[in-house]
């Protein structure tokens, strides 16, 4: 019960107040990433240092809450890490939406684990990862957009 309401209060104040959610006036990198299934659709930008470091994020468009908070989520804590240490949080984020990570894994991914019990809900693994996907696919460098229809 109480990690229920752990979820829904990070969920929801990443949803009404996000902190992230706003455009960059000149990103080095921009991803659209889209959900075809439910319309979920954002685009995500970063700032890259020429030493790898993630200087700044946002993200813009249209979604559930879900989507929308785990994006926001996921540039609180991917801002100011190394693009490989980005990648490393994705592989953990994706291992928490497998029901697969370590109790250290989950502490890795500070408010982005409230999102564990999706899970346990199909249809909204999508929504989840969305964001996860395209930061993967922009720190790869791969140009089209990405879409969570082959999860």
Not at 86 to 95: C, E, G, H, P, V
Request: proline share 3%; aromatic share 4%.
């Amino acid at each position: 019960m109480e990690n229920r309401t752990f979820y829904n209060e990070i969920l929801t104040e990443h949803n009404i107040h996000p902190i992230y959610k706003t455009k960059l006036i000149e990103p080095q990198r921009s991803l659209r990433g889209v959900n075809p299934s439910c319309g979920d659709d954002i685009t995500l930008q970063l700032n890259v240092s020429d030493d790898g470091v993630i200087e700044d994020g946002a993200f813009f468009g249209d979604g559930c809450a879900i989507s929308q908070a785990s994006a926001d989520m996921m540039l609180e804590l991917v801002i100011g890490k190394k693009v490989k240490d980005a990648l490393l949080l994705k592989d953990i984020f994706m291992k928490m939406i497998k029901d697969k990570v370590t109790e250290e894994e989950l502490e890795m991914l500070e408010e982005a684990g409230s999102l564990q019990d999706i899970s346990h809900m199909p249809s909204r693994v999508k929504c989840a990862v969305l964001g996860w996907r395209t930061l993967e696919a922009l720190l790869k460098e791969e140009s089209d957009d990405v879409s969570t229809e082959d999860i």
